[in-house]
């Protein structure tokens, strides 16, 4: 592993497992670096319910929705970063 990490890094370099490769990949529709942002929302969004390192996956309350959940007003498809949009 390299040089320890800091808070104020901009960049970084990591060596991805193919397991590791296939969730971004599958996160991003085939593209690494959208399925990495994608995955730092996920990550946002179940912060912000509450969830913290070392806390047990099953009490991250997922649904089964697709882009066109019927459990919420807004589709998922429309939570989409801004950025993204701009593509």
């Known amino acids: ?3 320890p990490s800091n808070p104020q890094t901009r960049y970084f370099q990591r060596t991805l497992s193919d397991p590791q490769r296939m ?3 599958a996160a ?3 593209n690494l670096c959208r ?3 994608n995955v730092l929302d996920l990550y946002s969004e179940a912060h912000n319910q509450g969830f913290r390192p070392g806390d047990d996956l099953s009490i991250l309350n997922i649904g089964r929705g697709t882009t066109n959940n ?3 007003e807004e589709s ?3 939570k ?5 949009r701009e593509e």
Not at 80 to 84: D, G, I, K, S
């Open 80 to 84: 989409v970063r801004e950025t993204l």
């Open 1 to 3: 592993m390299g040089r």
């Open 35 to 37: 399925g990495f942002e």
């Open 70 to 72: 019927p459990n919420t």
């Open 23 to 25: 969730i971004l990949l």
């Open 76 to 78: 998922v498809g429309d």
């Open 28 to 30: 991003g529709k085939g």
